[in-house]
């Protein structure tokens, strides 16, 4: 979203003669702040110069058809402390830009009084008051204006915060959830590989108690059986705090219980070629900035007003008597009417170090919001190239895997026809394969989390435009 707002301009008339014009003067020595920044964009990701062009429905995780995901994914949506903080803050700001609003509206106060003494030395007396009051600051200057417009940029400021919120934990939780699956494949793979060894460690004490041979291959079965109960261990320990971290994001007890599918989510096809460079504009932070830039340069604005002379008008109308019945009888109506003029002479320089302060602030905005969208340019690029690279390297792990599946076999085959006595070879490769078949689950798993981190870099789907 873009703020865009006409500049401001001093009309000075000829009857504020010399004493205004030198009111004045003041604040027309600061320059205008900066409330837009416009960043050049390519026309495409040039790391994305492949692929097929197709439809991807709006909403990232429609992609990717696990319930599994879906489900965990809008556990936490529905359940997280964190997200449910941010929704706060949100009707915090809403709340915020109403009392600014307000100080543009005339105020009006009404006050009553009653007494009555009733005293043994004094005779009884009664008595009793009405009061009405009303002022009004008029924005000759729009200063209370601009604070409403920096009030109304700090709402829609956090409004972008709440949808980043739910962006990013959209896309932290669908990540956790593959690192749990992963984590349960592990698992199932370190008992499977815990399971091979102990049968090859049985098979070598049986051949060592007929033959007396092979001493040596006794240790070194043991040491593989060791080596996988400890891998079993750490598997197991990481699949609890994987689901130990998905139960916190969904504002559950951290107990370690969660359970998830046997199988990672099917990754959805090719990125489509030539996705719209401005789709970065949507990026929740990034909208956050322009919002926060937009209100500095409001603020500064109106910094630079407070220089300016500020009018006031007060009114009050008011009755008393010594019967109620008086309140109500114009005889005993008393009304006035007030105008005031207010202009700083000296204040050691505070309010014009305001307003340099304010436009020291706006400086700054800019240049973070400039800074800020190139490290999301940088983050999208990664990330399609990080796309790109993992299905290049998971083909070659593919292959691997089957060769070295192929190999173990051989192996185990040889050495059970006996062709190959050697033990050893047949332990490195099962080792191998095993090695193998771990890679390929945390590719899979890599890949996942990387495609879930495009989504996160450029603020949802791959289609759907910004407002």
């Not at 920044?37 to 709006?58: H, Q």
């Not at 070659?396 to 062709?419: H, M, P």
């Not at 090695?435 to 949802?460: C, T």
Request: overall charge positive; glycine content about 8%; aromatic content about 6%.
């Amino acid at each position: 979203m873009k703020f865009q707002i006409p500049n401001f301009k001093f009309q000075i008339s000829r009857r504020l003669g010399l004493t205004g014009l030198a009111l004045l003067l003041p604040c027309c020595v600061f320059q205008s702040p900066t409330d837009d920044l416009t960043i050049r964009t390519p026309g495409t990701w040039v790391a994305a110069s492949s692929g097929i062009e197709r439809k991807i429905s709006t909403g990232w995780l429609d992609e990717f058809s696990d319930r599994g995901l879906k489900r965990s994914v809008n556990k936490a949506l529905a359940h997280n402390r964190s997200l449910k903080a941010a929704s706060a803050r949100l009707r915090e700001a809403k709340e915020s830009t109403i009392i600014t609003r307000a100080n543009q509206l005339p105020s009006l106060d009404i006050g009553g009084r009653g007494s009555v003494s009733d005293g043994s030395a004094i005779p009884r007396s009664q008595g009793y008051g009405l009061n009405l009051a009303a002022s009004w600051e008029p924005d000759l200057w729009g200063r209370l204006r601009d604070l409403t417009r920096a009030a109304e940029a700090d709402e829609r400021a956090a409004i972008e915060d709440f949808r980043g919120a739910r962006l990013s934990l959209a896309a932290n939780a669908a990540k956790t959830y593959t690192n749990l699956v992963s984590s349960e494949q592990e698992v199932d793979l370190a008992k499977f590989t815990l399971e091979s060894f102990q049968k090859n460690l049985r098979i070598i004490e049986r051949n060592y108690k007929a033959t007396g041979e092979g001493a040596l291959d006794i240790q070194f079965a043991r040491t593989n059986v060791s080596s996988a109960q400890r891998a079993l261990e750490a598997r197991s320990l990481d699949r609890e705090n994987a689901a130990r971290t998905l139960e916190v994001l969904q504002g559950s007890y951290p107990g370690g219980q969660s359970r998830s599918a046997s199988d990672l989510p099917d990754l959805p096809g090719s990125i489509p070629a030539g996705i719209p460079a401005d789709l970065i504009e949507r990026r929740p932070d990034l909208a956050v900035a322009r919002a926060r830039l937009f209100a500095s340069s409001k603020r500064a604005d109106a910094a630079r007003k407070n220089l300016l002379p500020g009018f006031s008008l007060t009114g009050s109308s008011g009755s008393a008597g010594a019967r109620f019945s008086d309140l109500l009888n114009t005889d005993f109506l008393i009304s006035t009417i007030a105008g005031r003029v207010d202009q700083v002479l000296f204040d050691g320089g505070g309010l014009a170090a305001q307003a340099r302060g304010s436009l020291a602030r706006n400086d700054r905005l800019v240049n973070e919001y400039a800074q800020l969208a190139l490290e999301a340019f940088r983050e999208v690029e990664a990330t399609l190239a990080a796309d790109r690279s993992l299905a290049i390297q998971e083909k070659f792990l593919r292959n691997e895997v089957a060769q070295a599946s192929l190999a173990e076999k051989q192996a185990e085959r040889d050495y059970a026809e006996g062709i190959n006595p050697n033990i050893l070879s047949v332990l490195e490769a099962q080792r191998r394969a095993n090695n193998a078949r771990a890679s390929i689950i945390r590719l899979k798993n890599q890949r996942l989390q990387n495609r879930f981190d495009l989504h996160l870099a450029l603020g949802g789907d791959f289609r759907t435009e910004p407002k």
